[in-house]
């Protein structure tokens, strides 16, 4: 699972499942210039991580 949160400028927030030493983890990206999270949609992007964590641990062997 990857979740996305795009900004008013355009910028991205991508939060994918990956590993690292075998063990599940969250890969944080961001375009350059960083992205702006409004704070009425700040439970909006944590549901969005906590969901994309869940994913991550279920896949984890």
Same mark, same amino acid.
Request: avoid cysteine.
């Given at each position: 699972m990857t979740y996305h949160h795009r %900004?008013? %400028?355009n910028d991205? #927030?991508?939060v994918? $499942?990956?590993t690292d030493d075998g063990q599940p983890v969250l890969l944080f990206a961001t375009t &350059? $210039?960083?992205v702006n999270? &409004? #704070?009425d949609r700040v439970e909006? #992007? /944590?549901a969005g /991580?906590? %969901?994309t964590a869940r994913q991550a641990a279920r896949s984890a062997p």
């Open positions: %900004d008013h %400028d991205l #927030l991508t994918s $499942a990956n &350059p $210039a960083g999270v &409004p #704070l909006e #992007l /944590i /991580i906590r %969901d």
